[in-house]
């Protein structure tokens, strides 16, 4: 088992930055692929970013490719998003997940454990 607790939502203004952590606890955190996902009101959950096990890949949705950065610390069990330039359709519930894979994942049935989610709110 993997426990995630994801933190660091809150109300932004448009344009400014956020950096979301989520801590893993549980089997051996380097091993496992992670990713961030977002729901907006009212849509489905979507993929936002993917890190790979060593921190050396990432991937990330078209929309945030470059405002937003995922990266890891595996010696402190964390993995972070960078959000910078934040607009107001970022608003959503942010979640993070756990894939028990070393590479980049992206397809949300492919992960094994999740988050609670953070809320964040960019205001215009």
């Known amino acids: 088992q993997v426990q995630l607790v994801e933190s660091g939502g809150g109300l932004v203004q448009a344009g400014g930055s956020l950096r979301l952590s989520c801590a893993a606890s549980?089997?051996?955190?380097?091993?496992?692929?992670m990713g961030w996902f977002r729901r907006a009101p009212g849509k489905e959950r979507d993929f936002v970013a993917a890190?790979?096990?060593?921190?050396?890949?990432?991937y990330y949705e078209a929309s945030v490719k470059d405002r937003f950065t995922i990266f890891r610390d595996n010696a402190e069990n964390t993995v972070f998003l960078q959000m910078n330039s934040v607009k107001p359709e970022d608003t959503a519930v942010y979640y993070c997940?756990?894939?028990?894979?070393?590479?980049?994942?992206?397809?949300?049935?492919?992960?094994?454990?999740w988050g609670q989610g953070t809320q964040v709110t960019v205001s215009s």
């Open positions: 549980g089997r051996t955190f380097s091993n496992y692929g």
């Open positions: 890190i790979s096990w060593s921190g050396g890949r990432t």
């Open positions: 997940a756990a894939a028990n894979t070393p590479g980049v994942v992206i397809t949300s049935s492919q992960y094994d454990y």
